[in-house]
């Protein structure tokens, strides 16, 4: 994603033809099918990206043909960083289906008592 359109043939070959790509950046779950439908979902994105936009994969788990990656998104247009959850179905090394969930921000630690 950091390469932005740059990289789109590369991202788009790690998917399925009929893959499904459900995301909830417009404010609802918006589902797209096909990659065509997927490659204009990210175009959306590279036009508009936010600005010094960084991702951090916290956790990684793998389930037979299901990838769960738990992440922190970063960003100077939000008040607080975010927590996610992408749910990734692979089948013949491609992925069939992702979803992308916004679980909430990111909880701040509470401050150290005072030195005493």
């Excluded at 909830?24 to 204009?40: C, L, Q, T």
């Excluded at 600005?51 to 990656?69: F, H, K, N, Q, S």
């Excluded at 247009?77 to 491609?94: E, N, Q, S």
């Amino acid at each position: 994603m950091r390469r932005g359109s740059a990289g789109e043939q590369e991202l788009l070959a790690l998917f399925h033809e009929d893959a499904t790509y459900v995301e909830p950046f417009s404010g609802a779950p918006r589902e797209h099918v096909g990659k065509d439908a997927i490659r204009a979902c990210l175009r959306e994105g590279w036009e508009q990206p936010m600005p010094d936009l960084t991702i951090t994969v916290e956790r990684v788990d793998v389930d037979g043909d299901e990838v769960r990656a738990r992440w922190v998104c970063a960003t100077s247009a939000w008040p607080a960083p975010m927590r996610g959850l992408d749910v990734y179905r692979v089948a013949d090394g491609r992925i069939t289906r992702l979803e992308t969930s916004v679980l909430g921000p990111v909880e701040t630690p509470p401050e150290p008592p005072p030195s005493r």
